[in-house]
């Protein structure tokens, strides 16, 4: 503000100032060099262009140097905006936009594709719990169409309860987290391997080696029941490879087909300054490679024993389970020097439930009901590098760290 006039309060005369028309180059600068001539301070600019179509907002004080007159910048500003086929609106009022409410959050809402329909049973709910939507703007539109609102008036727990039901019933993917500084400072990423990371499940990668595939589902069936918890079922699953040459490693590790994105989510997170690791139900002998290959910060997995050239059906050191993989998030966060409440947890199965629910955002990667249920939110489209948006990170700014080996 100028030293020649106070800070708006409700009793300052203000002008609301919006510009519509076809975008190009200048007209910002132009609105303000017209405005300039009547000395009057800028309090809020918006601006947006949709399909080269330019919305420009500026709220300023009335003129009050030189004897001019409002009536004089109204006419001035619409005269500038004939000479550019633009329409121009003017609206009085006093003072500065009202107050956010308290309580703020950024909703960020993933569609493939995002409906008419969807997008208003969010915005409906949003207004139901007694949020206002102060903006919204789209984060990407490929592969997936993301949209972030920024809500105030409401505490966010309460607007991610409300959402997660909608949004479980309309079949879309919304995630609410608080507004703030924290939300892009450096964080840490770790996620689960089998089924999120990579598309297969490593132990049957082995067993079809072994010609055991079918008793190593029959065992997996059984944990499913909960006959057998996750040690058991390991140990049970792994006394199957036991003979099995150690050559079958690398040839394990050439089939491991990583889940498409996650190349991009993981080159886009390190470029960012984010520290990444995996944690897993399944073995060192291919997370040490995926850590290598991929760039990664931190791995963790149980270990296959093998002796003598042979793998002797036994796993070797702690055993991570699902209560190992919340001990292990907690390692690589101390470690990295993040708070707990700056990580991200990415997993698909009931064994990633603790570490989901430890971390700041635990996301549900196209997991079963009971952990879509459990975690902070989901994502249940096939593209890993969606987590991305549930950041507030764009597709521009994913497009802007590929180093040319992009996966779409």
């Known amino acids: 503000m100028s030293a020649s006039q106070p800070p708006p309060n409700a009793d300052v005369p203000t002008l609301l100032v919006k510009i519509f028309g076809k975008d190009r180059p200048g007209i910002t600068a132009g609105l303000f060099d017209t405005l300039a001539a009547y000395a009057v301070d800028v309090v809020d600019i918006e601006q947006v262009v949709s399909r080269g179509r330019l919305v420009l907002c500026a709220l300023v004080t009335a003129p009050t140097a030189g004897g001019a007159t409002e009536g004089e910048l109204r006419a001035t500003v619409h005269s500038w905006a004939e000479s550019l086929k633009l329409q121009a609106e003017i609206i009085s009022g006093t003072g500065d936009n009202r107050p956010r409410g308290s309580g703020r959050s950024h909703v960020t809402v993933l569609g493939h594709p995002l409906t008419a329909e969807s997008t208003a049973a969010i915005a409906a709910t949003i207004a139901t719990v007694g949020g206002n939507i102060d903006r919204i703007f789209r984060l990407a539109k490929y592969p997936v169409t993301a949209v972030e609102f920024a809500v105030s008036g409401v505490e966010t727990e309460p607007l991610r309860t409300a959402l997660a039901l909608e949004a479980a019933e309309i079949g879309v993917d919304v995630a609410v987290v608080s507004a703030g500084l924290h939300r892009r400072a450096q964080r840490l990423v770790v996620m689960d391997v089998d089924s999120t990371l990579i598309q297969d499940e490593v132990i049957e990668l082995f067993a079809a080696h072994a010609g055991c595939e079918d008793q190593v589902a ?42 498409p994105g996650a190349r991009t989510l993981i080159r886009t997170l390190k470029r960012l300054g984010y520290q990444v690791g995996v944690v897993s139900g399944g073995f060192t002998q291919v997370t040490d490679d995926l850590k290598e290959r991929l760039g990664l910060d931190f791995a963790s997995a149980n270990t296959l024993e093998i002796v003598d050239g042979k793998l002797t059906g036994r796993v070797v050191g702690e055993i991570v389970d699902r209560a190992g993989k919340a001990r292990l998030l907690r390692r690589f966060a101390a470690e990295a020097g993040v708070p707990l409440a700056q990580t991200v947890a ?28 459990a975690a902070h939110t989901a994502v249940n489209v096939p593209f890993l590098d969606t987590v991305l948006y549930l950041l507030g990170i764009t597709r521009e700014e994913v497009e802007a760290a590929d180093d040319g080996t992009g996966e779409y």
């Not at 049970?236 to 003979?243: F, K, N, P, S, Y």
């Not at 997993?347 to 549900?364: F, K, Q, R, T």
Request: glycine share 8%; net charge negative; aromatic share 2%.
């Open 218 to 259: 029959d065992v997996t069936a059984a944990a499913m029941r909960g006959e057998l918890d996750f040690e058991q079922s390991l140990h049970a699953r792994v006394a199957l490879l036991a003979g099995l040459d150690a050559s079958v490693v690398d040839k394990v590790r050439t089939e491991v087909r990583l889940t």
């Open 346 to 373: 990415i997993g698909d199965g009931a064994n990633d439930l603790d570490m989901l629910n430890a971390a700041g955002l635990g996301v549900a990667f196209n997991a079963k009901p009971v952990v879509r249920k």
